[in-house]
């Protein structure tokens, strides 16, 4: 089992920038991607970035504002948010994959324009 705790979500305008963390415990040194995921009040939850051994994954909608890292223990993931946009409000959940995949209960982000 591997519990995930989000930190680091808030209120920041236009413009501004957040940085989430995500803090994994438990059975952590099975797990072989970290990332996040996000959702708005009916839509589906949705990837905005994802790190595994070997490479990195963004959304196009982040790419280049956005930047997601790990330590080697694979025991804390963050995820650096610049530029944000009215459109990146949502709730933003801490993914782990092992043998099954975990999730955290979520930070809410809201940009204010």
């Known amino acids: 089992q591997v519990q995930l705790v989000e930190s680091g979500g808030g209120l920041v305008q236009a413009g501004g920038s957040l940085r989430l963390s995500c803090s994994a415990s438990?059975?952590?040194?099975?797990?072989?991607?970290m990332g996040w995921y996000r959702q708005v009040p009916g839509k589906q939850r949705e990837l905005v970035a994802l790190i595994t051994t070997s490479t990195i994954i963004y959304a196009d909608s982040v790419k280049g504002r956005f930047t997601v890292s790990s330590d080697n223990a694979k025991t804390m993931v963050y995820l650096q948010m610049g530029s944000l946009k009215p459109e990146d409000t949502a709730v933003y959940y801490c993914?782990?994959?092992?043998?099954?995949?975990?999730w955290g209960k979520g930070t809410l982000v809201t940009v204010s324009s």
């Open positions: 438990g059975s952590s040194s099975n797990i072989n991607a």
């Open positions: 993914n782990a994959r092992a043998a099954v995949t975990y």
